[in-house]
């Protein structure tokens, strides 16, 4: 099992991380953005996964994989409560294709 707290500051990181974390969920996404995801890349050990949660979006994912982002916690924005299955894989079909290009894979 992994343990992957939501910080929001790079002194949450580093008390997570000496605390056992193995993942960091930078959470809010929205908020921290990209540059701060460069930022702490800078500063926490490349083996760390850095994990954006929280205003991700399928046209977003590119800058962060940039800035040296590992993975994207989804959650409201794959699925909300009573959605239907058919939209969320709509949903989810829309976050695979933007990780592809995000990757600059061929799609």
């Known amino acids: 099992m992994s343990c992957a707290p939501g910080v929001a500051t790079p002194n949450e990181a580093f008390l997570a991380l000496k605390n056992g974390a193995d993942v960091l969920k930078m959470f809010p996404a929205e908020q921290l953005g990209p540059v701060v995801t460069k930022a702490w890349r800078a500063v ?43 939209v969320t894989a709509h949903h989810a079909q829309l976050f695979i294709d933007g990780l592809a290009v995000a990757r600059g894979e061929n799609r």
């Open 44 to 86: 926490i050990a490349k083996e760390v996964p850095l994990v954006p949660v929280g205003g991700i979006s399928p046209d977003n994912m590119g800058p962060f994989l940039t800035a040296g982002a590992n993975g994207f916690g989804l959650g409201s924005a794959l699925y909300k409560p009573g959605q239907s299955a058919e």
